[in-house]
């Protein structure tokens, strides 16, 4: 079975500093894929990034960006230019080809300071 | 503007009492999703549909129980066996085609006892 592990519990970072989230995954699939959601306070979740696990290039959308390794297992998040409303809890979620279901990490809670 | 809707935002549950939560969906996606968040734990899968009149239990789906009669809407009951309902709900939905479908997310339901 797969599972997600998110090893921070909770982080902070100054306003316009540079945060990385970890992330690692386990499983024995080679075709999957990989998501970070974020969780603000009025609890919406929202796609931050995602990422095919066949392709080698790091996703990335504007500030944020993966450093995904595949060997290693692992998806990390780096938030760039951090901004007050980076505040909240980040997921990781593994999704196996075809699957269409999500295994979520248990989430990073993330705080921006001003 | 396509979307999920879940209702009510806050629910209360008398002992014995069996509740049903709303999900609605206009997005055309073939897939919805329940699960449920309690602090520290993440996002557990309480049930999953990928097609109309068929769905599957998820990590936690003991009272509980679903139906999939429409593709647009998937009610999840939190029935009197589920002994510590207290949690927040959130229902979600993808399209089952394609590569990486991100899954959409409603606005959630906090449950609690009275």
């Known amino acids: 079975a797969q599972t997600v592990t998110q090893s921070q519990p909770e982080m902070s970072v100054q306003e316009a500093e540079t945060v990385t989230l970890s992330c690692t995954y386990d499983?024995?699939?080679?075709?999957?894929?990989l998501f970070w959601y974020k969780q603000p306070p009025s609890r919406q979740m929202i796609l931050v990034i995602r990422?095919?696990?066949?392709?080698?290039q790091n996703a990335t959308e504007n500030r944020f960006s993966v450093n995904f390794q595949k060997a290693a297992k692992s998806f990390s998040l780096k938030i760039s230019d951090s901004q007050l409303g980076d505040t909240a809890m980040y997921f990781c979620?593994?999704?196996?080809?075809?699957?269409?279901?999500?295994?979520f990490g248990t989430g990073t809670r993330l705080k921006v300071l001003a | 503007d396509g979307g999920i809707t879940q209702s009510p935002k806050y629910l209360f549950r008398k002992e014995g009492q069996n509740v049903t939560l709303s999900c609605e969906q206009n997005?055309?996606?073939?897939?919805m999703y329940w699960y449920r968040q309690d602090p520290g734990q993440g996002l557990r899968l309480i049930y999953y549909?990928?097609?109309?009149?068929?769905?599957q239990k998820g990590d936690i789906a003991e009272g509980y129980s679903v139906s999939r009669e429409k593709k647009e809407s998937f009610p999840l009951t939190v029935t009197s066996a589920q002994k510590n309902p207290t949690a927040f709900y959130l229902c979600?939905?993808?399209?089952?085609?394609?590569?990486?479908?991100?899954?959409?997310f409603g606005d959630g339901t906090r449950l609690s006892i009275l």
């Open positions: 979620a593994f999704m196996k080809l075809w699957d269409y279901k999500y295994i």
């Open positions: 990422q095919e696990a066949y392709k080698q």
């Open positions: 549909s990928q097609i109309v009149n068929d769905f």
């Open positions: 499983t024995s699939e080679s075709n999957y894929y």
């Open positions: 979600a939905s993808s399209s089952t085609g394609g590569f990486s479908q991100p899954q959409h």
């Open positions: 997005l055309n996606h073939d897939a």
